[in-house]
């Protein structure tokens, strides 16, 4: 009984009526929370939309993670390459520097006569040379200038294992 039943004694009809249609209210909710409970499909739907959702929220967090790491690479890509061109640059132009210190050493220590003698056995086979060795020449000169860079590192290399090499003998 509740407290308004409790103090009169005996509860009229309208009370009782009243008393019943409440407790019905109650057992209907409770009826429905046991059944929402026991409702394993259901359950299973609202737990597939959570993990869908959860799903979307980390796919969008990968990928606004990819694209700030693609950045990054981006950024830190470009620095590296301007750093090796330095570099590369810094280096080229000391071994054309030591390129052109060997030249001058091995000019200044070839003998004129030796020169002299030199540039006429180039100028006498100029003048004998067919003109399709002449052109192929050419063309291969051509070649040599557009990969200057290339050429100039691989004489520089001979020459110093060449000074190397000479150095060792001596000792």
Same mark, same amino acid.
Request: aromatic residues 0%; glycine residues 4%.
């Given at each position: 009984?509740?407290?308004?039943?409790?103090?009169?004694?005996?509860?009229?009809?309208?009370?009782? +009526?009243?008393?019943?249609?409440?407790?019905?209210?109650?057992?209907?909710?409770?009826?429905?929370?046991?059944?929402?409970?026991? $409702?394993?499909?259901?359950?299973?739907?609202? %737990?597939?939309?959570?993990?869908?959702?959860?799903?979307?929220?980390?796919?969008?967090? &990968?990928?606004?993670?990819?694209?700030?790491?693609?950045?990054?690479?981006?950024? %830190?890509?470009?620095?590296?390459?301007?750093?090796?061109?330095?570099?590369?640059?810094?280096?080229?132009?000391?071994? +054309?520097?030591?390129?052109?210190?060997?030249?001058?050493?091995? %000019?200044?220590? &070839?003998?004129?006569?030796?020169?002299?003698?030199?540039?006429?056995?180039?100028?006498?086979?100029?003048?004998?040379?067919? $003109?399709?060795?002449?052109?192929?020449? $050419? $063309?291969?000169?051509?070649? *040599?200038?557009?990969? +200057?860079?290339?050429?100039?590192?691989?004489? *520089?290399?001979?020459?110093?294992?060449?000074?190397? +090499?000479?150095?060792?003998?001596?000792?």
């Amino acid at each position: 009984m509740n407290d308004r039943t409790q103090g009169e004694g005996s509860a009229t009809p309208e009370q009782l +009526r009243e008393q019943v249609e409440h407790t019905r209210e109650e057992l209907g909710r409770t009826v429905e929370a046991l059944a929402a409970k026991a $409702d394993v499909g259901a359950q299973a739907r609202a %737990k597939a939309a959570e993990v869908q959702e959860k799903a979307v929220e980390i796919k969008e967090q &990968t990928a606004e993670k990819a694209a700030e790491l693609k950045a990054q690479t981006a950024q %830190k890509t470009a620095e590296l390459k301007e750093q090796t061109a330095e570099k590369a640059a810094l280096v080229t132009g000391r071994i +054309r520097e030591k390129t052109a210190q060997v030249a001058g050493a091995v %000019k200044e220590k &070839t003998p004129d006569p030796v020169l002299d003698r030199a540039e006429r056995i180039a100028r006498a086979a100029a003048e004998r040379t067919p $003109d399709e060795v002449r052109s192929a020449a $050419d $063309d291969v000169v051509l070649v *040599a200038r557009s990969h +200057r860079t290339p050429l100039l590192v691989g004489a *520089a290399v001979v020459v110093v294992l060449l000074l190397v +090499r000479r150095s060792r003998r001596r000792k």
